[in-house]
Structures are given as structure tokens and as C-alpha cells.
């Protein structure tokens, strides 16, 4: 099994920026693919970001240019840097890992573990 433990979430007002971290531990040799999923009010989940072992990235639309994944794989760890955030970034942001290829991480049924979440709030 792999745990997966988000950290980094808060309030900030729109315009400003958060960094996101997750740390993932136990049966961890197989994971491929980590990144972040959210989840606003009222909205399906939705994939963020995504990186591969290999440093290969996705991102939403909604992100590019405001978002950066990165990994520390020494420390099985993802980060989320955040910048411009806009009120509609609101959500839980969810950590997760997959055994499977990126494009399968682009869906939430291609997931293999998750965190609890963090909770981020954008205001106006």
C-alpha cells in the first residue's frame, strides 16, 4: 500500500501564491506517476498536474502558465507551485499516485491511491 500525505493548503487572496507538498510513503517502487487532483463545491474532480519519474509533466488548460509540477525523487515527494491564483482555483486538492502510464493518470479511474486533501481558498 502507498500513503499518500498532502500538506500546504490555506487562504490566500487572488493574485498570490501557495506550494502545495506531498509526501508519499510505504510500497512506493512501482508508483509512476504523482501529481495533484481537485475538487470545488458542486464540481467532479478534476486533474491538475501530473509528473512521471522521468520528469514528464501535464497539465490542465486551466493551469498552464500559472502551475509547476516538480518531483524530488530521492525524497518521494511532489510539489505544487502555485502562482496567480484566481477565485475559481478554490477546491480541495487532492494528491495522487498511479502504477499506470501519464495518459492513464489523466482520468481519475486511472488512479491507483489518493490523498485526504487540502483544502485551498482563493478569495476576491
Known amino acids: 500500500q502507498v500513503q499518500l500525505a498532502e500538506s500546504g493548503g490555506g487562504w490566500v487572496q487572488a493574485g498570490g501564491s501557495l506550494r502545495l507538498s506531498c509526501a508519499a510513503s510505504?510500497?512506493?517502487?512501482?508508483?509512476?506517476?504523482m501529481g495533484w487532483y481537485r475538487q470545488a463545491p458542486g464540481k467532479q474532480r478534476e486533474l491538475v498536474a501530473g509528473i512521471t519519474t522521468g520528469d514528464s509533466t501535464n497539465y490542465a488548460d486551466s493551469v498552464k502558465g500559472r502551475f509547476t509540477i516538480s518531483r524530488d525523487n530521492a525524497k518521494n515527494t511532489v510539489y505544487l507551485q502555485m502562482n496567480s491564483l484566481k477565485p475559481e482555483d478554490t477546491a480541495v486538492y487532492y494528491c495522487a499516485a498511479t502504477r499506470r502510464t501519464i495518459y492513464a493518470f489523466t482520468s481519475a479511474y486511472g488512479v491507483d491511491y489518493w490523498g485526504k486533501g487540502t483544502l485551498v481558498t482563493v478569495s476576491s
Open positions: 510505504g510500497s512506493i517502487f512501482p508508483i509512476n506517476v
